[in-house]
């Protein structure tokens, strides 16, 4: 049932997680990069943010403690987020949020909060966890969009601009055939994984 958001309007569950992309809005995107692409120089990016957690500040003191080998207990006071943290992916969502707004004027889609974009539309952005897809034109996506990020972020990007082009996000690969077709397949072995089941 959480997995269906059936859990949604459980208000203590409110402070753990963030705004997720779903497989039906990683569609939507790329159906509007070949729209775009029919009238600007547009490009589509998947990204990945290799220190996302890390690079979030803790909230409010937190301190873990470890269990060492001698059966003793050392305690450790965390100044950033980690991995697995219970409130991590909304903590994380709220930091890269927050940084699209401030440095490049983004807004939440009201409807849809994990989807930022720009006042003129010249650029959407997807966000899942620490996985996101850009759509927009060129320019802004290369020069303004990923030195934004590249700034604060470690990050690997892949890109969608011609035919031949492929990129991955969410377990699918995409891949540009022409100037108004785009190929999404699911990998090949969550295919194999059902037949298994």
């Not at 992309?21 to 509007?32: D, E, F, H, N, T």
């Not at 803790?58 to 697995?84: E, F």
């Not at 699209?100 to 959407?124: E, G, I, R, W």
């Not at 060129?138 to 890109?159: G, H, M, W």
């Amino acid at each position: 049932f959480v997995a269906r958001e059936f859990a949604w309007m459980e208000s203590e569950r409110d402070s753990l997680f963030s705004p997720a992309g779903s497989s039906i809005a990683a569609r939507v995107l790329p159906a509007m990069y070949l729209d775009m692409k029919q009238h600007s120089n547009s490009i589509m990016l998947s990204i990945d943010v290799k220190d996302a957690f890390l690079t979030v500040k803790q909230q409010r003191p937190t301190i873990v403690n470890c269990q060492l080998a001698d059966g003793s207990t050392l305690s450790y006071g965390l100044g950033k987020v980690l991995p697995g943290q219970r409130d991590g992916s909304l903590l994380w969502h709220q930091d890269l949020t927050n940084l699209l707004k401030q440095q490049l004027s983004m807004s939440a889609h009201a409807p849809y909060p994990c989807v930022l974009k720009t006042a003129d539309n010249a650029c959407f952005v997807l966000i899942h966890v620490d996985d996101i897809l850009v759509v927009g034109q060129r320019d802004y996506v290369l020069n303004q969009f990923v030195p934004c990020l590249e700034n604060k972020y470690e990050i690997s990007t892949q890109a969608i601009a011609k035919p031949g082009d492929e990129l991955h996000f969410l377990k699918r690969r995409m891949t540009l055939l022409s100037d108004s077709r785009l190929l999404i397949q699911t990998h090949h072995k969550h295919v194999q994984q059902m037949c298994d089941v």
